[in-house]
């Protein structure tokens, strides 16, 4: 497609529902990144994939956070048991090949949480 | 842990004044990216600085790399009503790829 995008755009869940948020990079992108970004704050670091391998998630803030690339390009990123510090919204980023520190990242529109 | 900070928070200028955000960080940088975030949008890459004590100019728009690399301003001379949203600055976490996000500045302009 013409850019990187995310499914849904917003998602409203009860306290303690399980979540799933998708991303589809552009075609052809090696590098996916999910940024969590709260309301007034900067992107915040979540996660890393190149291709389907899971190379950093240092930035998952618990055990409750799981994202998944199985093929390389769609991935999703899921939240059990939903409390309500986790209303964000999250981003996807995608990068056209192997991280390199000097690349840039194409940002999709975003998935905007709000825990009830 | 390694930061990123930026000031101010907020702006607001009359249209046709100028605006300056500043970026600093706790470690120093192989390079700083700008991106610029719409209300209700997503942030949007704007540019990329790498050398010491780089300048590079983007119409009105002018960015800066410090000479230790550890600072960068962006500055927009004769703000326009499409300047308005929020300006982040972003560096490398150490050697890994993740990027680390300044708060960033909000910049609202009055017609």
């Known amino acids: 497609g013409a850019g990187v995008s995310q499914s849904p755009r917003y998602k409203v869940a009860k306290r303690g529902q399980d979540v799933a948020l998708r991303c589809d990079p552009i075609?052809?992108?090696?590098?996916l990144f999910w940024y969590q970004q709260a309301l007034g704050q900067g992107p915040e670091f979540l996660t890393y994939?190149?291709?389907?391998?899971?190379?950093?998630k240092s930035g998952l803030p618990s055990d409750r956070f799981f994202a998944e690339r199985p093929e390389g390009s769609v991935s999703t990123l899921k939240i059990q048991r939903t409390q309500q510090e986790d209303s964000a919204v999250y981003l996807c980023?995608?990068?056209?090949?192997?991280?390199?520190?000097?690349?840039?990242?194409?940002f999709g529109p975003g998935t905007r949480l709000t825990v009830l | 842990g390694q930061q990123v900070m930026q000031i101010p928070q907020y702006q607001h200028v009359q249209e046709g004044e100028d605006f300056t955000t500043y970026c600093n960080s706790s470690t120093t940088l192989s390079n700083i990216q700008w991106y610029k975030q719409r209300p209700g949008g997503h942030p949007v890459f704007l540019i990329q600085l790498v050398k010491s004590g780089e300048v590079k100019k983007q119409k009105r728009l002018t960015f800066q790399f410090g000479e230790a690399k550890k600072n960068s301003s962006l500055h927009i001379t004769a703000t326009q009503t499409t300047d308005v949203g929020t300006y982040f600055c972003a560096g490398p976490r150490g050697s890994q790829g993740n990027l680390i996000f300044g708060k960033g500045t909000k910049l609202s302009v009055k017609p």
């Open positions: 980023a995608s990068s056209p090949r192997d991280w390199e520190l000097t690349d840039t990242q194409y």
């Open positions: 994939f190149q291709n389907e391998a899971q190379l950093d």
């Open positions: 075609s052809g992108h090696v590098s």
